[in-house]
């Protein structure tokens, strides 16, 4: 297959602080890819550059073939480059489905025009907006909390419904940023089960930052590990795990 994402010789430094050094990956489409390391290894500078949250030095990024090297990520969004944070970002004081509702662009009712002179218009968008929402609710099981307030859920509930947000786009590429964290294994089930429906049944390309590698198992085919801000080896799990390399970055050298 052929690569969707592709980070290219890849340079970032914070003053004399080089966290990403010379790094090139790439990210077969259809696949769930892990990017794993030790802590200061550069997994979310990494991130924040293929998101447009942070430019890069030197090197390049292509989505799909694209050129993207430091395009916002608003622009991102609306190529289908999303991802979600470690920390949920909800809206809290607004309720889950509202949550996903909110996240279309360009709707007909953000204009104060078509909010006076087309309502029609608008009523019949929101309506299928609604109506897309419901579905998306639906499929990550949050239904029974739809018109709880966001910020009254659960760690694990906004997790999912940030993954639920990804559906209300016309997502290709999600970029997953520790999304195990501060989530119950019961949460956790349905979230990785979710991740694999998306994957399997709508074709998204998922790349993982994630700690937990039983999910990284279950999940990534291949495993990137990433050390010193460069690759370090990339292949299976069974490989990574049984790398000599990758237990010393991890836990240091044998005595």
């Known amino acids: 297959m052929a690569a969707i994402i592709d980070v290219q010789h890849v340079h ?17 489409q259809g696949s769930i890819t892990g990017l794993i390391g030790p802590n200061g290894a550069g997994k979310s500078t990494l991130f924040n550059i293929i998101a447009g949250a942070l430019p890069l030095d030197s ?3 292509l989505l799909d073939g694209e050129e993207i090297t430091n395009r916002p990520a608003n622009e991102l969004f609306h190529k289908g480059l999303l991802r979600t944070f470690q920390i949920a970002h909800e809206f809290s004081q607004m309720t889950a489905l509202e949550n996903l509702m909110m996240v ?9 025009f078509n909010a006076w002179f087309k309502p029609s218009l608008v009523g019949k968008e929101e309506a299928e907006v ?18 709880e307030l ?6 694990g509930q906004k997790k999912l419904l940030e993954l639920g947000r990804t559906m209300m786009t016309d997502a290709r590429v999600v970029l ?10 019961t949460l956790l089930g349905d979230l990785v089960t979710n991740i694999e429906r998306l994957n399997r049944e709508m074709g998204y390309t998922f790349l993982v930052i994630e700690h937990d590698m039983d999910m990284i198992a279950r999940l990534c085919e291949p495993v ?3 050390a010193q801000g ?3 080896v990339e292949g299976s799990i069974e490989e990574i795990q049984n790398n000599p390399q990758v237990i010393e970055a991890y836990f240091g050298a044998a005595s």
Not at 104 to 112: F, K
């Open 130 to 147: 609604r109506r897309r929402a419901l579905e998306v609710i639906d499929f990550i099981g949050l239904h029974h909390v739809r018109n």
């Open 230 to 232: 460069s690759v370090m």
């Open 12 to 28: 970032k430094a914070f003053g004399g602080l080089k966290v990403i050094n010379d790094c090139s990956i790439q990210v077969e």
């Open 59 to 61: 090197g390049r990024v």
């Open 150 to 155: 966001a910020g009254n859920l659960s760690g």
């Open 176 to 185: 997953l940023d520790e999304i195990a964290a501060g989530v119950n294994r």
């Open 224 to 226: 990137i590990v990433l």
């Open 104 to 112: 279309p662009p360009a709707q007909a009712g953000e204009t104060l």
